[in-house]
């Protein structure tokens, strides 16, 4: 079957990092996305790997490691407003969006 | 701002009553797709269109259906919900099925069964 780990919560302080980590067992692989969903809304892009390595995006930064099957995203200067799920998908060989369940963070002051 | 908007945000039915969502966007994609999305669970695909062309999941049950009249549009009926059928549908688009296609999601319809 095909599958997406994620940790279900994490905790961290305000202007700290924290890297948020996804694994995933899938038919093929076409691609990596991170999305955003705060509590009662609907998931936002953050980005995309479909090679190995590291993509910045400003305060985010998203890796891939095809061969581990490996990715995470990593939010540096964390900010109140970062407290949301962020949710790992992945697409298959047949082009079909794996979702895994999201990772609540939870971010003090 | 081209987008995906959804209606109503927020819905209340019956055990049993029917419901129609609907999706509207200005992004002219050809894909559109819902999605069920329960409490701290990941998105569930139902059902997405190519256009014209209708895939159903297969563990889609038959209580769900929908209907894309034309490329902005995009319906979810539910004909007769029953109390796990309350949950997030969310309706999302991209341009093609591939690769780097990004979803773009609607702000969700929160169904409530009673």
């Known amino acids: 079957g095909q599958n997406i780990d994620q940790p279900t919560e994490m905790t961290a302080t305000e202007g700290a990092i924290v890297q948020i980590n996804c694994t995933y067992q899938t038919s093929g692989f076409n691609g990596l996305f991170w999305y955003q969903q705060h509590a009662g809304e609907a998931p936002t892009f953050l980005s995309y790997?479909?090679l190995d390595g590291l993509e910045e995006k400003g305060r985010f930064s998203s890796f891939l490691s095809r061969s581990k099957g490996y990715s995470y995203l990593l939010l540096k200067e964390l900010q109140m407003k970062d407290s949301a799920s962020y949710l790992c998908?992945?697409?298959?060989?047949?082009?079909?969006?794996?979702w895994g369940a999201g990772t609540k963070l939870i971010i003090k002051p | 701002d081209a987008m995906v908007i959804q209606n109503p945000r927020y819905q209340v039915t019956q055990f049993g009553k029917p419901v129609t969502l609907s999706c509207s966007q200005t992004l002219n994609h050809n894909v559109m797709y819902w999605y069920q999305q329960k409490s701290s669970q990941a998105p569930k695909l139902l059902f997405h269109?190519?256009?014209?062309?209708?895939?159903n999941e297969a563990d889609t049950p038959d209580n769900f259906q929908s209907r894309r009249p034309n490329t902005s549009f995009c319906f979810l009926d539910i004909r007769s919900p029953g109390l796990g059928d309350a949950a997030m549908y969310l309706c999302a688009t991209s341009r093609e099925l591939s690769g780097a296609n990004v979803l773009t999601f609607g702000a969700g319809s929160r169904l409530t069964v009673l």
């Open positions: 998908a992945v697409r298959d060989s047949n082009y079909q969006l794996i």
């Open positions: 790997n479909v």
């Open positions: 269109y190519y256009d014209k062309d209708f895939n």
